[in-house]
């Protein structure tokens, strides 16, 4: 029996990927690489030793992922593929509806039609809109205020309602709160395509002098130093809950809800500070406007997680911004391969990637 991973080449999802081949799952990995690159799955085949299943297709297109549930013995899902750009999706919500809500749609008739009831879904703390307070809990109210964590939330309320027209479901909902980091070894990371829209691989961009300076999005909020506070992450702890989400999800039914959070904000002069003492790399900086829609001060309550999944994040900021930088400073360009040297891909092609286009 395997994991069919949505998304698997994306950030989170390829980081989720190794822990799930660590911890001796089987994974098929379904993506169109519309925001990301094959590369990554080799890598996380290189880092673990291990193979994976790829299908490189787009979830709108049904005929062919009937196919993948059809040839796959599949035990669960867990759903990262989607569109996560908040400026994108206010200029184009209907990419984002169709994107984000109609392939989840057609990702759980199939599921349902192929008697597959274990999922885990990539939520988002957006959902929780513009908190009141802080540190926030998963019972807080829900108030998305852009397109893209409009399309979070509705997917949340039709899995719910999905499980009430059918109690054999397991459905596990997991509200990220800012994922940064990288795998310790440097070789997969956070990869955006263009102009970064996050702080930490803006940073990174700024460091490797691929960008001249660090706008902050305003100084005047009510917080430590004025500048905007989040709870980051590191991508492998959020791996890890993953696996360990997975696990709760395939012992019984329901509908669970837990963030991934370390319960500790940092600001951003307070991340641009941790990174400079991580690296030894000078970051300049310009205060501008504050960003529409941002939220002065957002950090998790993680304790649901903790008790529910023994699960707790482990690695601290300096470790965050030190995977980072190993990552974007020896992959300045990402996953693109230089086409002159060895094409690593080429030792997986056979086996273990099959384009169906
Ligand atoms: N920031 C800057 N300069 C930048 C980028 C960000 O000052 O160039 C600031 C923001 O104003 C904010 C903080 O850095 O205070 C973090 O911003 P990010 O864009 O990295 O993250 P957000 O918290 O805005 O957004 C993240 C996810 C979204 C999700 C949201 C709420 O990227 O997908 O959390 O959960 F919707």
């Known amino acids: 029996m395997g994991i069919l991973v949505t998304g698997g080449a994306g950030f989170i999802g390829s980081h989720t990927c190794i822990e799930l081949l660590n911890d ?30 790829i299908y490189h297709l787009d979830l709108l297109d049904l005929e062919s992922l009937e196919e993948v549930f059809l040839v796959n013995q599949i035990e669960a899902v867990i759903h990262f593929a989607g569109l996560k ?60 205020i852009n397109p893209y964590g409009r399309t979070k939330l509705m997917i949340e309320e039709i899995l719910q309602d999905l499980y009430i027209s059918d109690n054999e479901w397991s459905i596990t909902i ?38 001249n300076v660090l706008n902050i999005f305003g100084n005047d909020y ?24 997975l696990d709760k999800t395939l012992k019984s039914t329901g509908v669970k809800i837990y963030n991934l959070g370390t319960g500790k904000g940092y600001s951003v002069l307070e991340v641009v500070s941790a990174f400079e003492s991580a690296t030894g790399v000078k970051i300049p900086i310009k205060i501008t406007n504050p960003r529409p829609g941002d ?23 300096i470790e965050m911004c030190e995977d980072s930088w190993r990552w974007q400073s020896r992959n300045p360009d990402g996953f693109k391969i230089n086409e002159e040297s060895e094409n690593p891909r080429l030792i997986y092609s056979e086996d273990f990637l099959i384009p169906n286009n």
């Open 24 to 53: 001796g799952n089987e994974i098929i990995v379904v993506d169109n690489f519309s925001n990301s690159n094959p590369e990554s799955l080799n890598r996380v085949c290189r880092i673990t030793g291990k193979s994976i299943k």
């Open 85 to 144: 750009a908040v400026g994108e999706s206010v200029q184009d919500s209907l990419k984002y509806y169709k994107n984000n809500i109609a392939t989840t749609i057609i990702i759980c008739e199939l599921m349902q039609k192929y008697s597959v009831k274990n999922l885990v879904f990539s939520s988002s703390a957006t959902v929780y809109g513009l908190p009141d307070t802080v540190p926030i809990s998963e019972g807080f109210p829900l108030k998305a």
């Open 174 to 211: 997991l509200r990220y709160f800012n994922p940064i980091g990288a795998h310790e070894s440097g070789m997969i990371g956070e990869d955006p395509s263009g102009t970064p829209n996050n702080l930490m691989p803006y940073i990174t961009k700024v460091a490797v002098g691929q960008l």
């Open 222 to 245: 009510p917080t430590i130093d004025g500048t905007g506070v989040r709870d980051y992450i590191h991508v492998v702890d959020l791996a890890i809950g993953h696996v360990l989400a």
């Open 295 to 317: 939220a002065a001060i957002c950090y998790a309550d993680p304790k649901k997680a903790e008790k529910e999944l023994n699960w707790k994040a482990k690695k601290g900021i």
